[in-house]
């Protein structure tokens, strides 16, 4: 009877191995998110010299000139990248949902190619093909007498981001286009609607909550990018401000974080309106493979335009890349459509003199992508799988991390750490590279999660049942059952993160510390600010969209393959 | 809550049409889905159009309210060929086996859409939805968001929001195949009391025949993209012109035999186990002696002889082994071996009946006059 009750007791008690790896975790986040984030929030309500509670900097802030302009461009500035990129993504997801159209791969590529590569790296070379003496303009002055100002001042940085982030929408609108089921357009026609009635009342609506996802999402981006405007020299932005505060006056110094607390409201703001405008709205309405919209065929007009579209939009996207290949190869190029002369001297400067950009940004980037995935994999399992109390709450801290920008997190960093010695050396803990590792996983770990956690839900826990019930242990069930089946999911997340933390620049620019310790996006940023360091930073660039392109790529083939292993073709 | 229809029906009651439909021919590329298909649907019927997965019904209903479009072929509508019309010119009325409500719509505005687009005075569409959704007996739901609606009422309110704009046909798509048993059972009777209050030629498609058959008027069971055969329930049952119908509709059993000439009395089946059966000659088609064929009767045209004496006038006899017996409470269902083949015999159980047991040698009587032979 005794023995009985005791197994009993054992069984209902928390296992100590989840509540262990739980505690790590929320240690782990407490003192590289939560922490910094909420130093800098207490920072900017403090008295600078009696650390009093005040508002008296926010008052500044609100009363200086610079800062509410700078507040109402960054407002400007990605108001308008969310118009221009909708201009851009509309016609495509148009294009690809409603009709049999072969240019549809195309514009799937066209969907990942700005991705690859991160607006700031571009932005240099678009200067060149669309800036005031830029190719485009200086051919158009010759022949027709006139030029676009695509890239003055604000303009630029608009034009950049919103040929960046278009794919944000594009993919969002497309997938809720896609998720319309063909009965909700026929029973209309059935009632008498037709033509752009049809397209009015039904299937905008139902498209409805993708687009308004894909919008905050580009809103949110391009309101914390730091690295666009910086590189086009635009420094009445937000972001820019809080890290020339920081960068040239110090980290003592209030209204880099007041600058902080602004951008964090306003990416929450942006977050919240978007999960206003889309609760109780699950329009996913697809129903037993009945797949889709109607698609129709296009009349040879409508093709040559659709062609034309299409084209015109993959040349915008091109222009970056194509424009830092011109640089990277180019002696000397300026006031001319193309460079004077070609050679490949700025390659071999990089080799000679910044290799350690490239083996830094390689190591960084791997750590802080494997970090990512184990602490993803365990927050989805514990939170799935496991009763836990307050499990949930790894989930919402992780996720947290999507609103807070990098130059937030950066600025935390440096209030954080910079007062802790290290041991051994005396040097300030901020000045570690391992720091710089850590901020880039908590940046990155909000997309990791949701890809573990993805894979995770595809994983029936009959089949943990199956194990357990067969005599596996728990942790033997996880790892013989559990993760080979998500490892699909788990490796996606490992190299998306490993992408984008490779060019993340908004806070390794903080806490980069020394050039021996600086990843490739740092040494772009720095070559970028001489005009003879333009070749071999365009040569840096074309690296950085090499590792990038090749991790996306892998990503795509390993999800493509789970999904064909898993019977889910089509 | 209101189940049944409520008697105030729609203001006006519809004229009801016909639907012909003539030689229709559809192929997508090389898959030849409906295959010279040939229907006359009376004004006012309610009609099914039975049959397996991929037979075509589906293909053919779509076909009629305009989502897809024949090769060769016409649909009419009340005498009016409707081919080349597009969908929403054609006022028929259809009621997706997804409902396809909008969610984006309240139940008002999902059943006042197809007025609006029909310009109809905003007064009278207050009416006209008012009077739908009483029909269905969910006015009281009207400010409901579809999402928040169960799976049965989410039927009515598609249904209101078909036959608030009076089509000249309905036609229903597997409408029954998304609700639970109990809820199926009670809605194919508020089906047919609404088809039958508002006199709408009605289409209905289903795999299911039970459903087909407590409903409909007239069947026309498909396959293969092909009509197999049209008549009431009753008509198939009894009656089935081949093979197919007759599985498809109820069990079957089948023997393997050929016709032979029986002198003057006219033909007899031959086949193994079994004594000669007597063909009349509408029955026996004109076969001539030799010809294969197969003898079709139901388990209960069979009667267990324990007795063992000759079998009564008019009947066959079977011999035969019991192979297994499965109870299903008012009778027991045993399978029996006859002469090489499995025929199914049903059996009424009173409390108290001893079963038979399996591998038990069995004496059968067959009702000569309900068995039907049906060419290979």
Partial sequence: ?570 | MNHQFSPAALAAQIESVGVDIEGVNLSYGTNHVLKDVNLAIKPGEFFAFLGPSGCGKTTLLRLIAGFNTAQRGEVRIGGRDISTLPPHRRDVGMVFQSYALWPHMTVRRNVAFGLEERRVPRAEIERRVDAALDLVGLKHLADRRPSQLSGGQQQRVALARTVVIEPKILLLDEPLSNLDAKLRVQMRQELLSLQRKLGLTTIFVTHDQEEANTICDRIAVMDDGKVQQVGTPQDLYDHPANLFVAGFLGTANVLDGEVRSDGAAGSVFVGNGITPVALPPQEAGGAGAGTGGKLMFRPQNLAIRADGGPPAPGHARLTGVIRHREFLGASIRYAVDVGGQLVQVDAPHQAGDALLSPDAPIILDLAADKARFLRQ
């Fill in chain 1, 1 to 570: 009877m005794t023995s009985l009750a005791l197994t009993r007791d054992r069984i209902a008690r928390v296992r100590p191995g989840p509540a262990l790896a739980a505690l790590l975790i929320a240690a782990f986040l407490l003192l590289f998110l939560v922490v910094p984030v909420v130093q800098v929030i207490f920072v900017a309500f403090q008295d600078k010299t009696t650390g009093a509670f005040t508002l008296v900097n926010f008052a500044d802030f609100f009363g200086n000139d610079l800062f509410m302009r700078s507040f109402a461009n960054s407002f400007y500035v990605s108001a308008m990248s969310v118009v221009v990129a909708s201009l851009l993504a509309l016609p495509l997801a148009y294009l690809t949902t409603r009709f049999e159209f072969r240019g549809s791969v195309l514009i799937q590529s066209l969907g990942i190619i700005p991705l690859i590569m991160p607006p700031f790296i571009g932005a240099v070379a678009m200067q060149l093909l669309f800036g005031r003496n830029g190719s485009v303009n200086l051919l158009l002055r010759d022949h027709f007498g006139f030029s676009i100002p695509f890239m003055e001042g604000l303009n630029g940085v608009i034009f950049v981001q919103s040929i960046h982030y278009f794919p944000f929408i594009l993919i969002n609108l497309s997938a809720s286009l896609k998720n319309i089921d063909r009965a909700m357009e026929e029973s209309a026609q059935n009632l008498g609607c037709h033509g752009f009635r049809l397209f009015r009342r039904i299937v905008f609506p139902l498209a409805m909550p993708g687009y308004v996802a894909g919008a905050s999402l580009v809103f949110i981006k391009v309101f914390d990018d730091l690295g666009t405007p910086l590189l086009l020299n635009v420094n009445d932005m937000l972001a820019p401000q809080a890290y020339l505060r920081i960068s040239s006056i110090g980290i003592s110094d209030p209204m880099g974080y007041v600058i902080s607390v602004v951008l964090i409201s306003c990416s929450l703001l942006a977050l919240w309106v978007s999960a206003l405008a889309m609760r109780g709205k699950d329009y996913a309405t697809v129903q037993r493979g009945g797949g889709g919209l109607a698609k129709r065929r296009l009349k040879p007009l409508e093709m040559v335009a659709a062609y034309g579209i299409v084209l015109l939009i993959l040349v915008l996207v091109l222009a970056p890349h194509v424009g830092l290949g011109l640089l990277s190869f180019a002696t000397i190029w300026s006031f001319s459509p193309v460079p004077d002369a070609f050679t490949l001297k700025h390659y071999q400067t990089v080799f000679t003199e910044s290799g350690q950009y490239i083996t830094n940004t390689l190591l960084y980037a791997s750590l802080a992508a494997l970090l990512d995935v184990v602490i993803g994999t365990a927050i989805a399992y514990l939170v799935l799988r496991t009763k836990l109390p307050g499990r949930q709450w790894l989930d919402y801290i992780a996720m947290a991390a999507l609103a807070v920008p990098g130059v937030v997190l950066g600025i935390g960093y440096l209030r954080s750490f910079y007062g802790v010695p290290m041991p051994f050396t005396g040097q300030p803990l901020s000045n570690f590279w391992l720091i710089l590792v850590f901020a880039l996983a908590i940046r990155r770990l909000p997309y990791a999660l949701r890809a573990c956690t993805a894979a995770l839900q595809q994983v029936s826990s009959s089949l943990e049942e199956a194990a357990e019930n067969l005599g596996a242990t728990k942790l033997r069930t996880v790892s013989r059952i559990v993760v080979p089946l998500m490892s699909g999911g788990i490796l996606a997340g490992f190299v998306t993160s490993f992408a984008t933390a490779a060019v993340e620049l908004s806070a390794t620019i903080m806490l980069v510390h020394s050039q021996s310790d600086a990843p490739l996006a740092y040494g772009l940023y720095v070559y970028m600010q001489s005009a003879a360091g333009r070749g071999p930073g365009a040569a840096l660039g074309i690296f950085a969209v090499i590792i990038v392109g090749l991790g996306t790529y892998l990503s795509h083939v390993v999800i493509e393959r789970g999904r064909r292993e898993r019977g889910q073709d089509q």
